[in-house]
């Protein structure tokens, strides 16, 4: 749609036919969760999705939410699993910084991924580390030939991503690196991304904040961001429609060849068009009534934070109901002077036993943990449509792609499942699993979300039992 020569936005939209709005778009806005509307319909589903609730939400009727959160170099295992089992267990030193949530936590032991280890492929445990965490197949050993696969959080997304703005968010507070050879020969497509759309095509994820912020809510201050944003909306619409018509009139006069090369340019096209339809579909943006942040901190725990609110917002809002955060790519080589360790991530967890190292580590391993635990806090702080919290209402996976950092092991993976899943998980508990595929637990948390006919997921056998 256009806005008519010489009239102001807001004239424009007032003009706009209501029926069209309560039938086109539906009567939905990506705003805070308000308990009465749990029962009649989703929130920010476009009109007829009530059709899919079953497939989306919990009993109750509220969002279900899934998030996977990526920590990189393993962890000392002997400081990281809990002592006792079951509902009777104490946390370890470094997940102790859980205890005010550890009613809502799952401490899984005994989950692998066959498929990151070396074998014929060798070397390379960092980028297979990233790349098979939420594919569970063996990645392709090439810098060019980038061959992964579909991961968990986009097989979920397929299934609910069309009932909010965004299907899924990705967010790192990493650099992005996509192209050229990182790990040993592997692409460094595999170890700065965890989220796969197809075998070929990662999701690149955002590491920037406000770009983050902006994407989900729009520029500018509290109550201009969604004017904004339509306005934005009503550019881009404006020049795909001059690019469009101006590739039909190209392509008469094109040969074979060149038709081709322009249709896999408007593949392009049409997926911007696509998205624009889905802004379209939602209405206006949800405008919270905070700032937009104004970059990447330069702290890091504050960045972490940050990053996870811009998370939390987003589930808040129910602008997408998937996620994955990178906190950092695997074989990440950071520093932590803030914390009192000025050597390399990396470097120190090669610590061949040496006891000042690995202490070290595991200051970095309880920092990581420690603000994942501010962030379940908040969750849990954040009431949701049915009474329950945003915590209880969510599945989020915190691991690594490796176990032991100084082995580059991947069996019995360091691994948290938090949340209880609108009642489907039973969360306050370590669980050991003894030795199945990280990739079973994958299928649970597809059927919960709807997901149907997946009977194998990556190197899965089955679905894992008592979960």
Same mark, same amino acid.
């Given at each position: 749609?256009?806005?008519?020569?010489?009239?102001?936005?807001?004239?424009?939209?007032?003009?706009?036919?209501?029926?069209?709005?309560?039938?086109?778009?539906?009567?939905?806005?990506?705003?805070?969760?308000?308990?009465?509307?749990?029962?009649?319909?989703?929130?920010?589903?476009?009109?007829?999705?009530?059709?899919?609730?079953?497939?989306?939400?919990?009993?109750?009727?509220?969002?279900?939410?899934?998030?996977?959160?990526?920590?990189?170099?393993?962890?000392?295992?002997?400081?990281?699993?809990?002592?006792?089992?079951?509902?009777?267990?104490?946390?370890?030193?470094?997940?102790?910084?859980?205890?005010?949530?550890?009613?809502?936590?799952?401490?899984?032991?005994?989950?692998?991924?066959?498929?990151?280890?070396?074998?014929?492929?060798?070397?390379?445990?960092?980028?297979?580390?990233?790349?098979?965490?939420?594919?569970?197949?063996?990645?392709?050993?090439?810098?060019?030939?980038?061959?992964?696969?579909?991961?968990?959080?986009?097989?979920?997304?397929?299934?609910?991503?069309?009932?909010?703005?965004?299907?899924?968010?990705?967010?790192?507070?990493?650099?992005?690196? &996509?192209?050229?050879?990182?790990?040993?020969?592997?692409?460094?497509?595999?170890?700065?991304?965890?989220?796969?759309?197809?075998?070929?095509?990662?999701?690149?994820?955002?590491?920037?904040?406000?770009?983050?912020?902006?994407?989900?809510?729009?520029?500018?201050?509290?109550?201009?961001?969604?004017?904004?944003?339509?306005?934005?909306?009503?550019?881009?619409?404006?020049?795909?429609?001059?690019?469009?018509?101006?590739?039909?009139?190209?392509?008469?006069?094109?040969?074979?060849?060149?038709?081709?090369?322009?249709?896999?340019?408007?593949?392009?096209?049409?997926?911007?068009? &696509?998205?624009?339809?889905?802004?379209?579909?939602?209405?206006?943006?949800?405008?919270?009534?905070?700032?937009?942040?104004?970059?990447?901190?330069?702290?890091?725990?504050?960045?972490?934070?940050?990053?996870?609110?811009?998370?939390?917002?987003?589930?808040?809002?129910?602008?997408?109901?998937?996620?994955?955060?990178?906190?950092?790519?695997?074989?990440?080589?950071?520093?932590?002077?803030?914390?009192?360790?000025?050597?390399?991530?990396?470097?120190?967890?090669?610590?061949?036993?040496?006891?000042?190292?690995?202490?070290?580590?595991?200051?970095?391993?309880?920092?990581?943990?420690?603000?994942?635990?501010?962030?379940?806090?908040?969750?849990?702080?954040?009431?949701?449509?049915?009474?329950?919290?945003?915590?209880?209402?969510?599945?989020?996976?915190?691991?690594?792609?490796?176990?032991?950092?100084?082995?580059?092991?991947?069996?019995?993976?360091?691994?948290?499942?938090?949340?209880?899943?609108?009642?489907?998980?039973?969360?306050?508990?370590?669980? &050991?699993?003894?030795?199945?595929?990280?990739?079973?637990?994958?299928?649970?948390?597809?059927?919960?979300?709807?997901?149907?006919?997946?009977?194998?997921?990556?190197?899965?056998?089955?679905?894992?039992?008592?979960?």
């Amino acid at each position: 749609m256009h806005t008519p020569a010489g009239s102001s936005l807001e004239k424009h939209l007032a003009a706009m036919n209501r029926r069209h709005f309560l039938k086109g778009l539906g009567a939905c806005i990506a705003l805070p969760a308000f308990t009465s509307l749990a029962s009649s319909r989703l929130l920010g589903a476009p009109a007829g999705a009530a059709a899919d609730l079953r497939l989306a939400t919990t009993a109750t009727g509220a969002p279900l939410r899934t998030a996977f959160v990526f920590f990189p170099n393993g962890a000392i295992p002997g400081r990281w699993w809990p002592e006792g089992t079951g509902s009777d267990f104490r946390l370890s030193p470094t997940l102790a910084s859980l205890e005010s949530v550890k009613s809502h936590v799952q401490v899984l032991g005994g989950l692998d991924h066959n498929n990151a280890r070396g074998g014929p492929d060798g070397a390379g445990d960092h980028a297979r580390g990233n790349g098979v965490f939420l594919t569970g197949v063996r990645i392709n050993k090439s810098a060019t030939d980038v061959r992964a696969g579909v991961s968990i959080d986009q097989v979920i997304a397929g299934q609910v991503g069309h009932l909010t703005r965004f299907p899924s968010l990705e967010l790192t507070c990493d650099i992005n690196r &996509q192209s050229g050879a990182c790990d040993s020969g592997y692409s460094c497509a595999y170890q700065y991304n965890i989220s796969w759309k197809s075998p070929t095509t990662p999701l690149t994820p955002e590491n920037n904040p406000r770009l983050v912020f902006e994407r989900l809510f729009g520029a500018g201050a509290h109550g201009e961001r969604a004017a904004n944003a339509q306005r934005r909306l009503l550019a881009r619409r404006s020049v795909l429609d001059f690019v469009s018509d101006d590739a039909r009139r190209l392509s008469r006069g094109l040969d074979t060849g060149d038709r081709e090369k322009l249709d896999q340019y408007l593949t392009g096209v049409r997926d911007v068009e &696509q998205r624009i339809q889905r802004a379209e579909q939602f209405g206006p943006n949800a405008d919270p009534a905070q700032p937009t942040p104004t970059g990447i901190p330069s702290s890091h725990a504050d960045y972490l934070d940050l990053m996870y609110d811009m998370m939390l917002l987003a589930f808040k809002t129910d602008s997408t109901r998937v996620a994955t955060f990178i906190l950092g790519h695997d074989g990440d080589n950071r520093s932590f002077g803030h914390i009192g360790v000025a050597e390399g991530h990396h470097d120190l967890s090669h610590h061949q036993n040496n006891e000042e190292r690995i202490e070290k580590i595991a200051q970095i391993d309880r920092f990581y943990v420690e603000r994942f635990a501010n962030f379940l806090r908040k969750l849990e702080a954040t009431p949701d449509v049915d009474g329950k919290s945003l915590l209880h209402n969510s599945r989020i996976v915190y691991g690594s792609g490796n176990a032991d950092g100084n082995r580059h092991s991947h069996d019995n993976l360091p691994l948290i499942l938090a949340g209880g899943g609108g009642g489907l998980l039973t969360p306050g508990r370590y669980v &050991q699993h003894g030795g199945r595929p990280m990739s079973n637990l994958f299928l649970n948390l597809a059927d919960q979300a709807g997901v149907k006919h997946l009977d194998r997921f990556g190197d899965s056998t089955g679905r894992l039992a008592n979960v």
